[in-house]
């Protein structure tokens, strides 16, 4: 094979990461601008569909404004004419003849349903004929179903038909007008007409100022309000209802029954006014703008059909999706012309340049192309890497001359290193056992030394006990004297204590029968005053039948009854004193008694402490002298632990000298078998790499080589009889030989 084929074969090698990166670029571009384009387009279908809402909301409150006003105009257009009819002076006319017709009748005062009953035929007085004739000329060119005008008090004057009552005054409608003037509308169906009208009521007065003679009552038909609806829609999609508190239609442009219930009249009712509310009804979904008038009586609903907006969005959104994609056709042509750009400009280039780029990684340094002559950065790599392809083959071609003198020389000083770092290995290897079993000796050493440490200060612990203890016990046997003469003290002083209380037990039993005594004594002096108060009684009894020679004894015998009372009345008084002495009396013997047992026992506890203090006495003497003696020995220990220990100290100071001169040894040997290995390292890296320098060296193809011949191996990896990496090439700094 030949060189250009060989090219041929690299290059297409790359081809498929060329096309690869070309379409990554292309496909990256095409994504990015359809998620652009997407997002673009969603948020523009978006933007218009709230656009398009926002303006069919804004244009449903509008015409529903423009409904408002409408009504509202008709509205006081009905309330000017009722006020300009109720004012002329026909009408005025007759409503005054009706009062003056009523009183003539008789009519005022009576009962309503006596009046209903005389009336229920004509249902009116019949008065004034040209005012009837007025009012019925009126009727078709205002939009009238039907008129009543009423006398002061609220009886039927003339009427252009037949109305259900003849007395009004008990009517809501006539109360507000002759109070206020005139009524708000409000819708009815006439059953007459057979129509929905709009009902408007007013005071008839001579003059603004006057007060009410009476009242006109006009009912206008829709057409007219109707009419003016269906042009007041900016959009023929556009209808209007008129609808009452209850949902009922009033007036419709959309051909609904009037007074029934609009359909979704329950989502109206309750829909804020002003604003765009959606419902759904039996015919489909409805858009409606909702606006309260006539008084919040009324509410005027502008709707349409939801699905006409739904259609106007749907064609615009067609629009937009229809230039979305012709946009997107633009996008693709644009995107294949950049596709032939990158082609023409980038790929082709960097195609060439990665042949060559790839050849040069094989070692193949003879490749020549031709650079693009453009200023671009593509124009400037291709320059730039024909140049490094030049340098390359020269700097190769200094190399490998170098590569073979270089080997050989490493070799030399590899071959000198490894038997002096032999030498220093076993040097090294005898200073280190000899160190280490010094280092073990001193360490056992130092060990024994603390040991005795240890010991010695074991034996200046017992030595102080057994000073502490000694000094424990003199001052225990001290305390124990002391309180053995206290006790002493105490078994006196109880013998003296003990005889007073006996003393005193007697004292009491003595007092107990002197009480016994006077308690003998007291009865005597008892029996002593009932013998008196017998003897007073018969006393008095002689005397009594003495008569007035018996007066003496009687004055006798009553002082000796009353000496008797308070004999006896004191005898009773010293008996329950005698009682309660003799109660106390008896308590103090049992106290007496007590006191004198306890003073028993506690002279038995008081003998039983003396003999107990003297047996501690005897034991603290005992532990006194064989403590003195443990204190004497631990005195002999302390000593001798004192010599092992010096002994010691002096035995280790000597190994941890020994040891260290082995050590200083052993490192200087270790250090000089380093500097030795780090040469015969260095030998070794320099021997392997000027064998990788020659490798890759002669890994290169030059000009001058033949493709198909072997190329030169390093003699190194030639006897080795395995490939050397490749790798860079590490020199470490040589320190200088240390001596020992």
Do not use: C
Not at 641 to 652: H, K
């Amino acid at each position: 094979m030949t060189a250009p084929d060989q090219t041929d074969r690299d290059a297409s090698q790359w081809l498929p990461s060329e096309s690869t990166l070309r379409r990554r670029v292309v496909l990256v571009l095409g994504i990015a601008g359809i998620v652009v384009f997407g997002v673009g387009g969603w948020l523009v279908l978006t933007r218009m569909t709230d656009v398009l809402r926002d303006a069919a909301n804004s244009r449903l409150v509008e015409d529903a404004r423009r409904g408002v006003l409408v009504v509202q105009q008709q509205m006081n257009e009905r309330a000017r004419q009722v006020e300009l009819i109720g004012s002329t002076p026909t009408v005025v006319d007759a409503a005054l003849e009706g009062g003056q017709r009523a009183r003539a009748l008789g009519l005022v005062g009576q009962p309503i349903a006596a009046l209903e009953q005389r009336f229920t035929v004509e249902r009116t007085m019949g008065v004034a004929p040209r005012a009837h004739a007025f009012l019925v000329s009126e009727i078709r060119p205002l939009d009238i179903a039907e008129v009543l005008v009423t006398d002061v008090n609220g009886f039927n004057a003339v009427t252009t038909e037949k109305t259900s009552d003849f007395v009004q005054s008990d009517e809501g409608w006539w109360t507000e007008a002759v109070a206020r003037g005139l009524t708000s509308a409000t819708a009815v169906y006439d059953e007459s007409a057979a129509q929905v009208v709009v009902s408007l009521a007013g005071a008839v007065r001579e003059r603004d100022r006057d007060k009410a003679i009476g009242a006109i009552k006009i009912q206008f038909g829709l057409r007219t309000l109707e009419k003016s609806l269906a042009g007041a829609a900016s959009s023929r999609t556009t209808v209007y209802d008129v609808i009452d508190s209850s949902g009922r239609v009033v007036a419709t442009t959309s051909g609904q029954v009037r007074f029934r219930v609009l359909p979704g009249a329950g989502a109206v009712l309750a829909a804020p006014t002003g604003v765009v509310t959606e419902y759904e009804t039996e015919d489909g979904h409805v858009r409606a703008a909702v606006t309260s008038l006539n008084g919040e009586l009324w509410r005027l609903v502008a709707h349409e059909d939801a699905d006409i907006l739904g259609a106007v969005i749907a064609a615009r959104q067609r629009l937009v999706l229809g230039g979305a994609a012709g946009v997107f056709l633009v996008m693709l042509v644009m995107l294949w012309f950049v596709s032939r750009f990158i082609e023409r400009r980038i790929t082709t280039p960097v195609a060439a340049l990665a042949r060559v780029s790839e050849a040069v990684a094989a070692g193949d340094l003879s490749q020549r192309f031709a650079p693009s002559a453009s200023d671009d950065e593509i124009g400037r790599l291709g320059r730039a890497i024909a140049s490094m392809v030049g340098e390359l083959s020269r700097l190769a071609t200094e190399m490998r001359s170098a590569g073979a003198s270089t080997a050989s020389f490493a070799k030399s000083i590899t071959m000198g290193a490894e038997g002096l770092s032999a030498s220093a290995q076993e040097i090294a290897g005898t200073s280190n056992d000899l160190s280490r079993r010094t280092v073990d000796m001193a360490d056992t050493i130092q060990k024994m030394s603390s040991d005795a440490s240890r010991l010695r200060e074991i034996a200046s612990q017992m030595s102080t006990g057994a000073r502490t203890g000694v000094e424990r016990n003199t001052a225990l046997r001290t305390l124990a004297q002391e309180n053995r003469a206290r006790f002493d003290d105490s078994a006196t002083t109880l013998e003296r204590l003990h005889a007073e209380v006996t003393e005193n037990a007697q004292a009491v039993e003595a007092l107990a029968l002197a009480s016994a005594e006077i308690r003998a004594f007291v009865t005597l002096v008892q029996k002593m005053s009932r013998q008196s108060k017998l003897l007073a009684l018969n006393a008095a009894m002689e005397a009594a039948r003495a008569g007035e020679h018996g007066q003496g004894f009687a004055v006798v015998a009553s002082e000796v009854r009353r000496l008797a009372a308070g004999a006896s009345e004191s005898a009773e008084r010293t008996e329950a004193l005698v009682r309660q002495v003799l109660e106390r009396i008896e308590h103090s013997r049992e106290s007496s008694a007590r006191s004198v047992a306890t003073l028993d026992h506690v002279r038995a506890a008081t003998r039983h402490g003396l003999e107990s203090f003297g047996l501690v006495e005897q034991a603290v003497a005992e532990s006194e002298s064989w403590t003195n003696a443990l204190a004497e020995l631990a005195g002999t220990s302390q000593q001798l632990t004192d010599d092992v220990t010096e002994r010691l100290r002096r035995v280790a100071e000597g190994a941890e000298s020994f040891a260290s001169a082995m050590q200083q040894v052993a490192a200087t040997t270790e250090e000089q078998s380093a500097s030795t290995q780090e040469i015969a390292a260095a030998a070794t890296s320099l021997a392997e790499a000027a064998a990788r320098l020659q490798h890759l060296v002669t890994a290169f193809r030059l000009g001058g080589d033949r493709p198909g011949a072997p190329r030169a191996r390093p003699e190194s990896q030639a006897e080795a009889g395995e490939p050397r990496p490749s790798a860079s090439i590490v020199m470490p700094a040589l320190p200088p030989l240390a001596t020992a």
